[in-house]
């Protein structure tokens, strides 16, 4: 056991290298962070399907992006703890692609210096809002534990915190079924209002990213009813001051005219960072 801890642990030196990019797809383990108690920390939830999972390639980041800051960290959902980000359980599972958690950790850090900024994903591909993230479905309630997870820590540590709002990026697979795409707009409304009664705020700044009209081109999938959820997200950000939107349809692709590239991904975290920031400088 202590042979292989000790391998485990080479492993990372080598994949974390000076930049913060990994230069192995090996498995590691990254080491658990302690944040400081005397800095406040802004907690980010972020939900979604494929492309909040992220098809971004490490390889593929601005320099500007390599280098993570040092108030930025991420939650472990599998260790149940607090990591580096990028070093998760679920980075490594998945070779270091990335989603908008990157640019918008990045931005955030960038503007609140004094503060730790923690960043808490759960995003499976292919998922429903229909049947696995309305508030009784499994995706949800993991997404829900996640957080809770995350928050129990902080409060074990001592750490003074605030959930500072959510990132939510999916909707394609509803667009493959009339029903549930029709449905979209009483699902996620139904959904954010559990996600803030969860939270304990009523008015928590929600940043969501509209999905593509890319989807009505050639792909792998079918997304005949894009326009229906489009126009759902569209309503349920014009009714509800407090849920902002970023439009995607002018996005780069994979061939697939699906899931968003890296200069995407880099994109839809730094706008998503954008209108969260502009929430908290503005307030309610």
Known sequence: MRFSTLVLL????????????PETTEAV?????????????LLFILGGQSNMDGCGKPNQLPELYRK???????????????????????????????GPEIAFAHELATTYPGKTIAVMKTSAGGTRLF????PEGGM?????????????????DGIPFTIGGMLWMQGESDSDNIDHAKAYDTNITRMFADVRKQTGNPILPIVMGRISSSLLKKTPWNFDHCRIVQAAQDRVAEADPHVHIVPTDEFSTLEDNTHFDSKSQITLGKQMAGLMIKQHIDGP
């Open 140 to 156: 949800y309630q993991r997404f829900i534990a996640n957080m809770n997870n995350a928050t129990a820590q902080l409060k074990t």
């Open 68 to 98: 993570h800051p040092d108030n930025v960290v991420t939650w472990d959902n599998k260790r149940k703890c607090w990591v580096k980000l990028a070093q998760d359980s679920t980075a490594i599972a998945r070779n270091f692609q990335f």
């Open 10 to 21: 080479t492993l990372l030196v080598s994949a974390f290298a000076v930049h913060g990019v």
């Open 131 to 134: 049947t696995q993230w309305v």
């Open 29 to 41: 383990v990254p080491p658990a962070v302690e944040l400081p108690k005397d800095q406040p920390c």
